[in-house]
DNA sequence: ATGTCGCTCGAGGAGCGA
């Protein structure tokens, strides 16, 4: 099976990307992030039209995330954890047995200020429900924009981001705590060299000059790390007109 | 290296978040 996540920045203005992407590559599952759309406004016929079945939770203007997947396939929509407020970050569904998590997490501003501290509480709620979960059911498959670059090889200059945001100690030192908890950086465990990134600033022209990060993540609970047998980073979705400001991530899944 | 995009409110452009 073919699963993706990308965050879209609006799914009103990327509808049209997102829609011919998911016309041609057919995948099973996708997560996107950053819909900021309402529920009631939510372009959900679009995809009807296509043959993919809408999960969504969103809000006006900020954050917003859905699960699209083929009409078909059932699937059962899981109960969020209890986050620190309301604002629309996850949602996740039972499918065939896998747990498929999407997340968007908080970007957290700057280092030290108060969306700093909600952003590392809101993934220690995360973490915490993740323990549980696998408990349960170890088969857990992680994905959205985590807003953090985990290792040095994720920035494009190491130097200009040392200890800002998306790459701090303590954000990286939480990113560390999924891995504790069993979960692989599958992106990372395939091509352990490679220097790609995922999202690229609007401002003074970064994507031309790939002046990116590696943010976007796909984690895999350990039973479910061998199962993905390729992983990839879509960048020509951001050399559209009007492009969001992330590539999309995709992976293939023994099934 | 204070840049650009998307959204809201409300009718033009300021303000917010990323």
Known sequence: MKIATWNVNSIRVRLTHLLDWIEHEGPDLVSVQETKVADESFPKLNFTELGYSALYSGQKSYNGVAIFFKNDIVV????????????????AVNMSGVDFVNVYVPNGSSVGSTKYQYKLDWL?????????????????????????APADIDVHDVERWKDKILCSEGERNIFEQFKKIGFCDVYRYLHPCDRNFTWWDYRLNGFARNWGLRIDHILTSSVMTPVVTKIGINKSLRELDRPSDHALVWADLIT
């Open 124 to 148: 220690q709620v995360l973490i915490d429900w993740l323990k549980q979960r696998l408990k349960k059911n170890n088969k857990i498959v992680l994905m959205g924009d985590f807003n953090i």
């Open 76 to 91: 059962e929509e899981l109960e969020p954890p209890i986050f620190p407020d309301n604002q629309k970050r996850f949602i």
